[in-house]
């Protein structure tokens, strides 16, 4: 698939001297979800601020179809649909008349049948007369979506589209997306959430601390992620891992009182019952085990120390 975004060498540094996106390299393609993964502040807004023409970069280039994000603006922005993580709009206003508003300052004719199409899409039809401060939470969101696709762009960025929603909901927001991207939208969404990435995208970047620290076709960062650590609390220290489980992922730790052992919740075997044999065989003994899951913080410095 063609490259439809190209970001290159990307810098933002804010007036306050703050850097937020550290030389970014990025290349999204035609037609696949991608999904942005990052903790609070890594600067997945920044990102598609500075793509989207919102925030100005420091250094680095953009493009988006070929065309130049700052020398060509009008022709990017027309192209791009922004969903925000909130609402500014009038809430006295109809669903109706701000989908067809936002659809117009675009500079797109009229088009009512595209409009009632949208809000059909997002099941907001029944409402699209009452006022926005009379909808639910959930339709407020979908409203979002139907006004970034008022003026028909070929790409979307969702920032944080599940943010605070139940469980319901997000699955419904999935839903809204993949049928997007069935439509041959491309489509770019940003999340705290790595059961998001998973769920969604079709290829994931890892952001943090303003660097894009890895990007990766969704099936491979999950097996990355799928590691988990069981800890043995030994009966009797170890100076060294006995030489009959050499073929373990071990670590010894706490003055040699414990065993860790990493191994992938996604292979087919975890290992643990071959380790507990050959751990008995050996003749080591424990008196307490426990298991621990990445967290996703674990991950990012994982991923950092890998890097480096
Ligand atoms: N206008 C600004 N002036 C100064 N610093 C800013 C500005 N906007 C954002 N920042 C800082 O830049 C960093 C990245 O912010 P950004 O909103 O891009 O992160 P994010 O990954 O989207 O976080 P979140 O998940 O919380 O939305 C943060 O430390 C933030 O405080």
Redesign the pocket.
Known sequence: MPAVIRVEGLSKT???G?T?LKDINLEISQGEIFALL?P???????LIGCICGIVNPTAGKITVDGKDIVADYRAVRAMIGLVPQELATDMFETPWATVNFSRGLFGKPQNHAYVEKVLRALTLWEKKDSRIMTLSGGMKRRLLIAKALAHEPRILFLD?PTAGVDVELRREMWEIVRKLRAEGVTIIL?T?YIEEAEEMADRVGVIAKGEIILVEEKNELMRKLGKKQLVLQLSAPLTEIPAGLGAYDLHLGADGNELTYTYDTRAERTGITALLNDMRAAGVTFKDLSTMQSSLEDIFVDLVREKR
């Open positions: 804010y007036a306050s703050f937020a990052g609070n502040g890594a600067g997945k807004t920044t944080e940003t705290h």
